[in-house]
């Protein structure tokens, strides 16, 4: 990828990263934050975009590499990681690999509360 490709992947990402920010704001606002619904809603958004990029190029759209890693990692990466993870999880059930699908699916959400709680403990504990 060249410098421009580089350049391209860095603004979308700055991009996504200041539309999760916008548009969670205002979710929070609108629900009165008594539940993520900012985090919920941006992560099925991203899911949504991601499942319709990876749909469109399977189905042979031409969308060019640069131009799909500017989307997919730089904007979404911004907007949220969680898509990619759905997207690697639909990828390996739609291709029947069950273990390695529902240990990916099983070890990312239990395995990130689990470092969520031992970050939050490790701090608690140092002071």
Known sequence: MGI????ALAGCGALGTLCRYA????????????????????NLLGC???GVI???VDRGALIPP???VAIMVGFLGGFTTFS????????LLA??????????????NFGGL??????YRVLQLLG
């Open 4 to 7: 421009r490709g580089w350049l």
């Open 23 to 42: 548009l969670g704001g205002w979710i929070a606002r609108a629900t009165g934050g008594t539940f993520p619904w900012e985090t919920c809603v941006i």
């Open 48 to 50: 949504l975009a991601i």
């Open 54 to 56: 990876a749909g469109a």
């Open 66 to 68: 640069a131009t799909r």
């Open 84 to 91: 990619s993870f759905g997207l690697e999880s639909f990828r």
């Open 95 to 108: 291709g029947a690999e069950w273990g390695r699908g529902l240990a990916y699916f099983g070890l990312t």
């Open 114 to 119: 689990v470092a969520v709680w031992a970050g």
